[in-house]
């Protein structure tokens, strides 16, 4: 960005802009405005600015608007929140921080409307005739767990059996490969990844689930609910066809039922299934869920090193970036924390594409920072290789079609000069 000025150097700078009436440059999508400082109330942390010819700003209050301005020859700049218009005046916050030195040689153009980024990730994936998740994404790759031995198959097949005997009255392991989801249950399970648990997914909100069985991935009666919208059904067509579910289990004496999805990256491959009847007593908790849990994905590992599934030559793009700022000179964007494959090591080199007004625009570029919370991935690239023709054109689409290769900036002397000085 560059270096940030102290508090009273800050306030100095932006004091000077409303008493020299320093002409400042906003930059809003692709449109520049001069303007000129008219009055700064450090009290109530506004600032009120005059933009040469009173345009109508297409801003929603709320978002930032990028300054920039010069002092004795120094490019400085600073970020500010519309907060709408005063009479003909245009209202801002007052700028957190001000900057100088700029390390940037370009402004950044803040969510662009005319651009999109994608990426693809080569490699090998599974490509497999199996029904895949509807919701979610991409899975993980399966992890063998440590209380299991997934060295053979069958040695894994008989534990488990002698396992489940202790708290089911039936247990089975169905697979699809033969096969498709045909019952209520099977087609739930497999359109969402979940795992099924009579009674408590029919009677419990995803709040109750959340906090009664953390990370085990169960379905609650409003996913429930979701997946029969989704369907097309109508809410009291599902309420109804939940009790008609509900009711046959209780006819066949059922305590405990359960359907876990054998997750294979997006496909499920099958499922285990588990029952226990009223007279058995036994309740599925929190223990026999996380062993069912974990076999399921030392079964679907087990079959992944036995050959099983064949994987493919192939490659993705992938398309649901969301970039959040973008000049000539880099770009920082976020994803969905569930890429199977991530490309963003720091300072490795990738290659992408930039679909500007329709036309795709390839660039190589290089990860120089990244950072991630709950659920997004934040990754900032440089570009290292971009064509002139595309360079010319991607400016064009950025700042406006006054661009004529140089970035300009008013300086208080009213000429124009380079901001990438």
Do not use: W
Not at 57 to 68: H, K
Not at 255 to 268: R, S
Not at 365 to 387: E, G, H, I, N, W
């Amino acid at each position: 960005m560059g270096t940030p000025l102290r508090r009273i150097e800050k306030e100095f700078i932006i004091k000077s802009l409303e008493d020299e009436k320093i002409p400042v440059e906003l930059l809003l999508q692709r449109r520049r405005y001069r303007a000129e400082i008219h009055k700064v109330d450090f009290k109530t942390g506004k600032m009120y600015l005059f933009v040469e010819g009173n345009p109508v700003l297409d801003i929603p209050v709320g978002d930032e608007v990028s300054a920039y301005f010069r002092i004795h020859g120094t490019l400085m700049t600073f970020d500010m929140v519309y907060l709408g218009r005063e009479d003909d005046l245009v209202v801002t916050s007052i700028p957190e921080g001000v900057y100088r030195d700029l390390q940037r040689e370009f402004e950044r153009v803040r969510h662009p409307e005319n651009v999109r980024l994608l990426f693809t990730v080569r490699g090998e994936r599974y490509v497999l005739n199996f029904p895949s998740v509807k919701r979610g994404g991409a899975g993980t790759p399966p992890v063998v767990s440590s209380s299991f031995d997934a060295a053979t198959i069958s040695t894994l097949l008989n534990d488990f059996r002698k396992k489940a005997a202790e708290f089911s009255t039936e247990s089975k392991i169905v697979m699809f490969k033969e096969r498709t989801p045909e019952s209520e249950e099977e087609r739930i399970i497999t359109d969402t990844g979940k795992v099924l648990l009579y009674p408590q997914s029919y009677i419990y909100t995803s709040a109750n689930i959340d906090r009664l069985y953390p990370q085990l991935n169960l379905l609650s009666i409003d996913a429930i609910l979701l997946y029969f919208r989704d369907q097309g059904v109508s809410r009291s067509d599902a309420v109804r066809r939940i009790r008609e579910l509900v009711a046959r289990k209780r006819e066949q004496k059922i305590g405990q039922e359960l359907f876990a999805p054998i997750l294979f990256y997006e496909y499920v491959i099958g499922y285990v299934y588990l029952v226990s009847t009223v007279e058995k007593r036994v309740r599925y908790d929190k223990r026999v869920l996380e062993y069912v849990h974990e076999f399921c994905a030392s079964l679907a590992y087990s079959l992944k090193i036995h050959g099983y599934f064949k994987p493919q030559k192939a490659e993705i793009t992938y398309d649901r970036a969301e970039i959040i700022d973008i000049s000539l000179s880099g770009v920082l964007f976020t994803f969905p924390r569930q890429v199977e494959d991530d490309p963003f090591l720091l300072f490795s080199e990738i290659e992408v594409v930039l679909e500007v007004e329709g036309r795709k625009v390839p660039v190589k570029a290089r990860v120089v920072r990244r950072f991630q919370d709950a659920d997004k991935l934040y990754v900032a690239l440089a570009f290292l290789d971009l064509r002139d023709d595309d360079r010319f054109f991607l400016a064009r689409s950025l700042y406006g079609e006054d661009f004529s290769g140089e970035v300009k900036v008013i300086s208080s002397e009213g000429s124009a000069e380079d901001s990438s000085s």
